[in-house]
């Protein structure tokens, strides 16, 4: 059973003896170096750069699906990679403006 799975993947249009399946793998390296700067402080965080990580990621996402045959390892990644820009963006964007207005609102509150 195991064998015959394997050889199935291995058949597959997507499979390991193709492009298809060995760029979406080497792409994984971006969404972990993603990952791994999550303990980056939010200042070094770039709008760019992570703007393009997430909108790429959801292109590409879409991507995998419609080509036929549909792409899960394609998709996966650009998922990720999405999930992981927008998460960076999310923390520039509480960094650089929610938080600076919270000292502002209570130094307001105290001065009342």
């Known amino acids: 059973m195991a064998s015959s799975k394997l050889q199935a993947l291995w058949n597959h249009p997507a499979g390991p003896k193709t492009i298809h399946f060995w760029a979406p793998t080497f792409k994984w390296g971006i969404s972990i170096a993603n990952i791994s700067d999550f303990s980056k402080p ?3 965080i770039s709008y760019p750069m992570q703007a393009v990580v997430a ?3 959801l292109i590409w996402a879409r991507y995998g699906m419609v080509i036929i045959p549909k792409n899960w390892n ?3 990644v650009n998922l990720t990679m999405s999930v992981t820009g927008m998460y960076q963006l ?3 964007i509480k960094h650089d403006y929610l938080e600076d207005a919270k000292p502002e609102a209570v130094a307001a509150e105290e001065s009342s």
């Open 42 to 44: 939010p200042e070094k």
């Open 55 to 57: 909108c790429s990621g």
């Open 74 to 76: 394609l998709f996966s």
């Open 90 to 92: 999310s923390r520039k």
